[in-house]
């Protein structure tokens, strides 16, 4: 069965991702989450971050 992963998880775990608290198999391995995964979420944070600064206010 395949876990699915709310928007906060994935921001959570990418999130330890940039910060370099551990590495991307250390926190695979204690998420459950694919490595591959971990990587592609950081890279979609990474891409729209921007998004919360648009127009001066943040989003929810």
Do not use: Y
Request: aromatic fraction near 4%; hydrophobic fraction near 35%.
């Amino acid at each position: 069965m395949r876990r699915k992963w709310s928007d906060s998880e994935k921001a959570r775990i990418a999130l330890m991702v940039i910060c370099e608290e551990k590495t991307v198999s250390e926190i695979a391995q204690e998420t459950g989450a694919h490595p591959a995964m971990i990587s592609k979420w950081k890279r979609e944070l990474l891409d729209n971050a921007d998004s919360v600064f648009r127009n001066g206010k943040s989003q929810t």
